[in-house]
């Protein structure tokens, strides 16, 4: 039962380095998203697919690039990173709807220096 | 526009007391309603949530939160804590479509054996 993948689970990138964050389902899902969770600050969207082929902006997308590459993969680009790009990243996804339940990844935890 | 609010950052209860955790939420529209938990260095799993059936919501683990229209609130509750209940809790709230959750800033319980 795998769920939702990410890769890769830690990362240390220098302030200027670009990277892309990879993420997974295989649960059928439409809809899939990209948060990320700072301490005191619960999670903020950056960036969401409602389906297959399409892409929006969430609360926090500055400095942030998406590709939906097919129904189950989602991935997020950091261009240059910035030491303020420094967080913990959560894909999730679920069924389209607006009572279905987030599915999440285990996270990826990113450190710019 | 939607927003959730968790009065409480920390909360400790003693092993076998009553949790009790707040949240507040502002919506336009009926609102989709969700606590969710996070174990450390893990992603978020579903605790309950409320899709306008029943206002008493029962979850996993013994969770409940009641839905009160008139206080516009959603708190969580467990009649006698245990130490696997040790971990951070999100509110979040769906009313926006597309599947937009916004989560509240988390509160995390500790539970003192």
């Known amino acids: 039962n795998a769920g939702v993948t990410q890769t890769p689970k830690f990362q240390v990138l220098k302030t200027g380095q670009s990277m892309t964050l990879q993420c997974a389902q295989d649960?059928?899902?439409?809809?899939m998203y990209w948060y990320r969770q700072d301490p005191g600050m619960g999670l903020r969207l950056i960036y969401y697919?409602?389906?297959?082929?399409?892409?929006d902006k969430g609360e926090v997308p500055n400095g942030y690039n998406v590709s939906r590459l097919n129904k189950r993969e989602f991935s997020l680009r950091l261009e240059s990173a910035a030491p303020s790009q420094t967080s913990v990243y959560f894909c999730?996804?679920?069924?389209?709807?607006?009572?279905?339940?987030?599915?999440f990844g285990e996270g990826s935890r990113l450190t710019v220096l | 526009a939607q927003s959730v609010t968790q009065l409480g950052s920390h909360v400790s209860v003693s092993e076998g007391a009553l949790v009790l955790l707040r949240c507040n939420y502002s919506?336009?529209?009926?609102?989709?309603l969700f606590w969710y938990v996070q174990y450390p260095n893990q992603g978020l799993q579903l605790l309950l949530k409320?899709?306008?059936?029943?206002?008493l919501v029962k979850g996993i683990n013994g969770f409940e939160a009641e839905f009160k229209k008139s206080e516009t609130s959603f708190h969580l509750t467990k009649p006698s804590a245990h130490m696997s209940d040790a971990a951070e809790y999100f509110c979040?709230?769906?009313?926006?479509?597309?599947?937009?959750?916004?989560f509240g800033t988390g509160t995390k319980l500790q539970v003192i054996p």
């Open positions: 649960m059928n899902h439409n809809s």
């Open positions: 409320y899709t306008s059936a029943a206002t």
């Open positions: 697919s409602a389906s297959e082929g399409t892409t």
């Open positions: 979040a709230v769906n009313s926006g479509g597309y599947q937009k959750v916004t």
């Open positions: 999730a996804s679920s069924a389209t709807g607006l009572t279905g339940e987030l599915f």
């Open positions: 919506s336009s529209v009926p609102p989709y």
